[in-house]
């Protein structure tokens, strides 16, 4: 997992150099291309059919994938690195507070003996990390922040948001029986999509202005995604017991640190106290989130960026 993690803040790292002559719509597209060759041989290698049964459903979580995917990519382009990384990391607290809500939706007041209406349920520790999640985001963004700053900061908590729905897509598509390879293969199709078509309306950057530096960046960024993956599925197939399962899914923050890492010292980001103290906020509510949802979900795979 933490392989895992030091790859996919590797490939935002690379998404934020390449952003420098590709838009976010491009880089969506070509991450889509490099993963269909990637995951069709690893499919292949494997003995993995790519035929499906439940299309919808892989169309539904390329969808939402895809929107994620492309708001994330903006907000690294637009943001310092260690904080896109961060609000996407906000998955886990989008799910604490769907789970709240869904508590809330789904609760009927029956009258006791007496006549009394019991209260609903609050679901107290779930709230409070609902809650310290989005103090975070706010020591992280400031509400002073504005103009294209303000808005790529909408942009990665959108990212965050569209990321909970994939996941817990991919947790559907799983207990249906289908295989990680599969489910993440059309999910590259989708990017390639979507992205494609995204960028045939903004327009694509002209072959004359590529340099070999600039085809050289979009490689990785496929590469690092799909190996990413494979980390983190293979660690959470080696994690049997619930309490190994808790450890992955914690460790995956350390991706945060690596991107922080990155930032500070390849790109000079500054992050001050109430920065620093956001992004221990939004770690500590995301493991506290994941801990409260392990007690009442059944083990899930590995989250798809």
Request: overall charge positive.
């Amino acid at each position: 997992m933490v392989l895992g993690a030091l790859l996919f803040a590797t490939m935002g790292l690379c998404v934020k150099i390449a952003s420098a002559w590709f838009t976010s719509a491009e880089l969506v597209f070509y991450r889509g291309i490099i993963g269909i060759v990637f995951l069709w041989l690893l499919a292949r290698n494997l003995g993995v059919s790519l035929g499906t049964r439940y299309p919808g459903m892989h169309a539904w979580r390329s969808l939402i994938g895809v929107v994620s995917l492309g708001a994330w990519f903006y907000a690294i382009a637009h943001l310092p690195l260690a904080t896109a990384v961060t609000l996407n990391y906000m998955s886990s607290v989008w799910i604490a507070a769907f789970l709240v809500g869904g508590a809330l939706l789904a609760w009927v007041p029956v009258p006791g003996r007496d006549g009394s209406i019991p209260r609903p349920p609050l679901q107290g520790p779930l709230i409070l990390t609902v809650l310290a999640g989005f103090v975070g985001v706010v020591l992280m963004l400031k509400p002073s922040v504005g103009g294209d700053q303000g808005f790529a900061g909408l942009m990665g908590l959108l990212s965050g948001l569209t990321a909970a729905f994939a996941y817990m897509q991919v947790v559907a598509l799983s207990r249906a029986g289908e295989p990680e390879a599969r489910t993440v293969f059309y999910f590259a199709v989708g990017s390639a999509v979507a992205g494609g078509l995204a960028a045939a309306v903004e327009g694509f950057t002209p072959l004359s202005r590529w340099t070999l530096e600039h085809a050289l960046w979009l490689l990785p960024v496929g590469v690092l995604a799909a190996g990413g993956q494979l980390c983190m599925t293979r660690a959470y197939a080696t994690a049997k017991t619930e309490s190994g399962t808790l450890l992955v899914a914690n460790l995956q923050y350390s991706g945060i640190i690596f991107a922080a890492i990155y930032g500070v010292v390849l790109f000079g980001d500054r992050i001050d106290v109430l920065g620093w103290t956001g992004m221990a906020l939004i770690i500590a509510s995301g493991i506290a989130a994941t801990f409260l949802r392990q007690r009442s979900l059944p083990k899930a795979p590995a989250e798809e960026h």
